[in-house]
Nanobody, 126 residues
Framework: QVQLVESGGGLVQTGGSLRLSCAASGRTFNRNAMGWFRQAPGKEREFVATISWSGLYSYYTASVKGRFTISRDNAKNTVYLQMNSLKPEDTAVYYC???????????????????WGQGTQVTVSS
């Protein structure tokens, strides 16, 4: 079966950096968009970033633009999220997601994704 496994989360101080990875198995996603979402305690899951299968298109939520970078390695069936200049408000569980339909333009909505990882905790201390 399809599995998305996130790694790289942890505890970091304000201004620090983390790099999240999401490795997919069970099928290849080199023709599918992949994205990152996050959910903070007491809040709804929100879109963070997404990247098209080619890497040509990437989109970010406004609060992370200029600080986070999404990338992918199709040979490894893996997507990454480089997070710099982290802030306490970035604290959340981060989820990897993959589109199963092959949509050309990656979605910024959770309903645009068919497969989800279990999440990795990111905590930014002030």
């Amino acid at each position: 079966q399809v599995q998305l496994v996130e790694s790289g989360g942890g505890l970091v101080q304000t201004g620090g950096s983390l790099r999240l990875s999401c490795a997919a198995s069970g099928r290849t996603f080199n023709r599918n968009a992949m994205g990152w979402f996050r959910q903070a305690p007491g809040k709804e899951r929100e879109f963070v970033a997404t990247i098209s299968w080619s890497g040509l298109y990437s989109y970010y939520t406004a609060s992370v633009k200029g600080r986070f970078t999404i990338s992918r390695d199709n040979a490894k069936n893996t997507v990454y999220l480089q997070m710099n200049s982290l802030k306490p408000e970035d604290t959340a569980v981060y989820y990897c997601a993959a589109d199963g339909t092959g949509a050309y333009i990656p979605s910024r909505r959770s309903m645009g994704y068919d497969y989800w990882g279990q999440g990795t905790q990111v905590t930014v201390s002030s």
